[in-house]
C-alpha cells in the first residue's frame, strides 16, 4: 500500500483535540484511523511553548490509492541533543498491508530533514505487530524501561547515517571527513540487550553465537560463573525476568575490543529491583563480537 503524510493545520488539530472530525474530512475517513484527542492536544501544547513543525504538529496517513484517511502518526516531543519519540497508529482495515511502515519511513525522514538524528518508538514487548513495523523501517533495539503509565516497553531507535549539520572540528575538517568510528555503541548495546529479553534466552545455538569460549562473569551475587554454567542456567529458564536498561557507554580499549557499561534493574509487581552497576567486554571475532566478560556491581542507590 502506498501512503503519504497529511499535515494538520492548527484549526485540524483544535477539532481532534476537542474529539471531532476535522471538517472536510468527514468522508474520507476510515473507521478507527483519526489519533486520539490527546495526540493532538499534546501537539498543540508543543506548539504553544514555541516549538515549529514538524514537532508541533500531527499527521495523518492517506492512502493514496482512494484518498482515504487510514491512520495518524507523529512526534511526541521536539528533539532532544537530536534525539525525537514517534507514535504511531492505523485502522484495522488497513492494517497487515505495510501501511504502517510506510508511514514511519516517511515521518522519520521527516524528522532527518527538519534536522533530528535519532528517532525512538517504544513498543510492549507483547505487541508483535508493532514490533514488526519498526524492524521492517529500519529500527534497531536500544533498551528497555519503564514508561509513564509504569508500562514496560522497549526501546527501537534509528539514527541518521547523514546528518544535515556537519561540525567541523578544531582543525576545520568537517565531521564528515573523520573516519568512522571503529567501534559502534549502537551496535553493541544492542547485542548486549538482546541477552536481557525473553526470545534469545529459549536459543541456545544464540547464545553460543554471543557468549566467547572463555567467557566467564561475576555475578552481582560476587559468584563466578563459566561460559558452560551460564549456558546451562540460561537454558533452561522457563521465565524470564523482565530488565530495563539505560545510561550506556562505551570506551574502545583496543582494535576490536570495547568496554560497555550500563546500569539495569529488574521489574517486579513491586516496581524496580536489584538495581545493578554492570560492565561487559566485548571482542570482534571473524564470526562477529562476542561477550567476553562481564560483571555487575549492586548499585548503591536505586533509581
Known sequence: MTVHLLQ???AALEALAASRVPEGLEDHVEPGSLPPAFVAARSLELASAGHPVPWSTTFLIVNQE??????????????VVGRVEVGYGVAPAAQGHGAATEALRLLVGTAFDAGATEVVAEVSPTNFASTRVVQKAGFEKVGARLDGDNEYVIQWARRSRDPLVVPADARGRT?????????????IQALEVELHHPGVRCTRERLEQLLHPDFHEVGRSGRAYDRDTVLGYLSSLKAHPAVVSDSFALVELGPGVALLTYR???VDSAGLVNHTLRSSI???????WQLRYHQGTPAGQAW
Open 8 to 10: 494538520l493545520p492548527t
Open 66 to 79: 482512494d484518498a482515504r484517511i487510514i491512520g495518524g502518526c507523529g512526534f511526541k516531543n521536539a528533539p
Open 175 to 187: 565531521a564528515r571527513d573523520q573516519p568512522a568510528p571503529s567501534t559502534s555503541l549502537q551496535e
Open 264 to 266: 539495569s534493574a529488574q
Open 282 to 288: 566485548w571482542m570482534m571475532f571473524p564470526s562477529g
